[in-house]
T-cell receptor
Framework: AQSVTQPDIHITVSEGASLELRCNYS??????LFWYVQSPGQGLQLLLK??????LVQGIKGFEAEFKRSQSSFNLRKPSVHWSDAAEYFC???????????FGKGTMLLVSP | GAVVSQHPSWVICKSGTSVKIECRSL??????MFWYRQFPKQSLMLMAT?????????EQGVEKDKFLINHASLTLSTLTVTSAHPEDSSFYIC????????????FGPGTRLTVT
């Protein structure tokens, strides 16, 4: 069965500092990997996705993620965090495209001034 | 971009009553819709997948008689929580995709259900 682990429940980053959110997955085949962001009381917005090809994926809002098969990881990065990035971030894995997504427990990002 | 709406955004109901939540795709035809449940500070748990005109496929452990899902048109799916109990209180989120389940899921804003 597929699973996703986000080891950090919450992270605090100073505004302007760099950010890395960790995601490890367990899946038997080539995974489809996603990062979503959820603001309080809101639904999810897709930040970026990896299906195949270049292992460094660029997303919206200046985010990027790198797929490392050897480490079963898909970490999310941003070089300079803005206060508006404060939200909850979910990593997800799916067997094909977007069907039957399995989500991690999420990482809450707090941005300090 | 594709927009998915949910109604109501929040609802309070008494124990034993039923409540219906609507999920609409506003600018695309959603052949597949997904219903998720999210507990406080928890991840999203897929409850069921529905294809337009077909019966929903429920995930293991989800009571299909309690959580009735109808996907009667390409723009509307409904989730009815029957005989609600306080433990059904949760945040319910729907998502929709067009042209089959392998295309991007667009998420609705969610519905906060509180059962008293």
């Amino acid at each position: 069965a597929q699973s996703v682990t986000q080891p950090d429940i919450h992270i605090t980053v100073s505004e302007g500092a760099s950010l890395e959110l960790r995601c490890n997955y367990s899946y038997g085949a080539t995974p489809y990997l996603f990062w979503y962001v959820q603001s309080p009381g809101q639904g999810l917005q897709l930040l970026l996705k990896y299906f195949s090809g270049d292992t460094l994926v660029q997303g919206i809002k200046g985010f990027e993620a790198e797929f490392k098969r050897s480490q079963s990881s898909f970490n999310l990065r941003k070089p300079s965090v803005h206060w508006s990035d404060a939200a909850e971030y979910f990593c997800a894995v799916g067997p094909s495209g977007y069907s039957t997504l399995t989500f991690g427990k999420g990482t809450m990002l707090l941005v300090s001034p | 971009g594709a927009v998915v709406s949910q109604h109501p955004s929040w609802v309070i109901c008494k124990s034993g009553t039923s409540v219906k939540i609507e999920c609409r795709s506003l600018d695309f035809q959603a052949t597949t819709m997904f219903w998720y449940r999210q507990f406080p500070k928890q991840s999203l748990m897929l409850m069921a997948t529905s294809n337009e005109g077909s019966k929903a496929t429920y995930e293991q452990g989800v009571e299909k008689d309690k959580f009735l899902i109808n996907h009667a048109s390409l723009t509307l799916s409904t989730l009815t929580v029957t005989s609600a109990h306080p433990e059904d209180s949760s945040f319910y989120i729907c998502s929709a995709s067009e042209r089959g389940p392998t295309n991007e899921q667009y998420f609705g804003p969610g519905t906060r259900l509180t059962v008293t």
